[in-house]
């Protein structure tokens, strides 16, 4: 049978630097009676809702009141529950007692909120070193007076600054968290446009290119990194995290733990790949992460970095390539031997197949064949 309830949405509303609670109905009459028998209920003609005083009795009244007649959704309302159990915790202790280089510090609350919904370390890092810039420009301003127009005049402010526009979007991230998920805010009060992203093509390097790129390496660790990053399109983040046990040998895989949303995937093991690494395994002997630095610590972001660069400088290859290019080339050659767009976007880890068809971008499939029409004219 069709449930015949109606839906009464809460949301978090700030009226007055008060807290309050928004209530969100259909045009019923027997709904808005029932609302108006809460005790000091107000219109907020700027919400376009209803709204009295965030507080336990307020709150349990709504659940009494309309028990049996309409449904509370308290989606919006409610939002403790933990989105990653399985990632290592961040030492949240450190980062509160931090020392900022701004006067005032990011809330207390604000970093509660980021350890109960278990962000990633190096997230919650970025989002209070770009909110304690955002609420320092507002110097001693309660933060709940600082509006919607404030937040936009600060954007201009970073764009008069001429930051990249990762960093605009990063900022933005930081800012609607707190509005968005600490105050529990309705979209209308904190609402913010992203900046439109320049839609680049992703350098990649030919099979040959990446050939030569392994063919000038003699440090058998080096090549062993350079050669996990390609033939698994690993994200350095992710090379740097892999443990021994994750190079599963038997099935030609290996497991890539806690990426870029939360998310572990599986990403091939090529042939050549796991010969190389039994050669680097049986010499080097690392304890726990696969590659490790002298003293068992993780190894350097900055010394594979320079690695790359010395390898692609005696390849004589005059592009801007980064770590990242052997990702973005691992993908492209893909694409090229035929291999499904869906199963490249599980390879890479990307959340929308949008993400991935960039690649068909930059795929030679079917321009090779392609005969240019200056060839025919006889000139």
Same mark, same amino acid.
């Given at each position: 049978m069709k449930n015949s309830f109606s839906t009464i949405t809460l949301r978090h509303l700030i009226v007055d630097n008060s807290k309050m609670i928004g209530l969100e109905y259909p045009n019923n009459p027997t709904i808005r009676a029932l609302v108006s028998t809460l005790k000091n209920v107000k219109w907020s003609k700027k919400y376009g809702l209803s709204y009295i005083e965030n507080n336990k009795n307020n709150l349990d009244n709504i659940f009494e009141?309309?028990? &049996?007649?309409?449904?509370?959704?308290? @989606?919006?309302?409610?939002k403790d529950k933990p989105i990653n159990t399985s990632i290592p915790e961040p030492n949240y202790t450190l980062i509160k007692n931090k020392k900022s280089k701004y006067k005032r510090k990011c809330p207390v609350?604000?970093?509660?909120?980021? *350890?109960?919904?278990?962000?990633?370390?190096?997230?919650?890092?970025?989002?209070?070193?770009?909110?304690?810039?955002?609420?320092?420009?507002?110097?001693?301003?309660?933060?709940?007076?600082?509006?919607?127009?404030?937040?936009k005049n600060y954007l201009k402010y970073l764009v008069k600054r001429e930051v990249s526009k990762s960093y605009q979007n990063q900022a933005i991230n930081a800012i609607k968290f707190y509005y968005e998920i600490v105050l529990c805010l309705p979209n209308c009060y904190y609402y913010i446009d992203r900046p439109r992203f320049d839609k680049k093509l992703p350098i990649v390097l030919s099979t040959n290119e990446i050939q030569n790129i392994f063919k000038t390496i003699t440090n058998i660790k080096h090549k062993a990194i350079l050669m996990t990053i390609y033939s698994a399109g690993l994200r350095v983040s992710e090379l740097l995290e892999l443990k021994i046990s994750d190079i599963q040998s038997d099935r030609r895989l290996i497991l890539v733990r806690?990426?870029?949303?939360?998310?572990?995937?599986?990403?091939?093991?090529?042939? @050549?790949?796991?010969?190389?690494?039994?050669?680097?395994?049986?010499?080097?002997?690392?304890?726990?992460?696969?590659?490790? &630095?002298?003293?068992?610590?993780?190894?350097?972001?900055?010394?594979? *970095?320079?690695?790359?660069?010395?390898?692609?400088? @005696?390849?004589?290859?005059?592009?801007?390539?980064?770590?990242?290019?052997?990702?973005?080339?691992?993908?492209?050659?893909?694409?090229? @031997?035929?291999?499904?767009?869906?199963?490249? *976007?599980?390879?890479? &880890?990307?959340?929308s197949p949008k993400t991935t068809e960039i690649y068909t971008r930059v795929s030679t499939i079917g321009i090779s064949d392609i005969k240019n029409p200056i060839d025919i004219l006889d000139i």
């Open positions: 009141i309309f028990r &049996g007649v309409a449904w509370i959704n308290g @989606k919006y309302f409610f609350e604000y970093i509660d909120k980021l *350890q109960v919904l278990r962000y990633s370390e190096n997230t919650v890092k970025i989002y209070v070193a770009m909110f304690e810039e955002f609420i320092n420009y507002y110097g001693d301003s309660d933060l709940l007076s600082i509006n919607a127009n404030d937040i806690n990426s870029k949303g939360n998310k572990d995937r599986v990403s091939l093991l090529g042939e @050549k790949t796991l010969i190389i690494l039994r050669e680097y395994y049986k010499i080097y002997k690392p304890k726990d992460y696969l590659f490790e &630095g002298s003293k068992g610590e993780t190894y350097s972001k900055t010394s594979i *970095q320079k690695i790359l660069k010395k390898a692609v400088f @005696k390849a004589k290859i005059s592009k801007h390539v980064t770590i990242h290019t052997l990702r973005h080339s691992f993908a492209t050659h893909l694409l090229e @031997k035929g291999v499904n767009l869906r199963y490249i *976007q599980s390879l890479l &880890g990307h959340a």
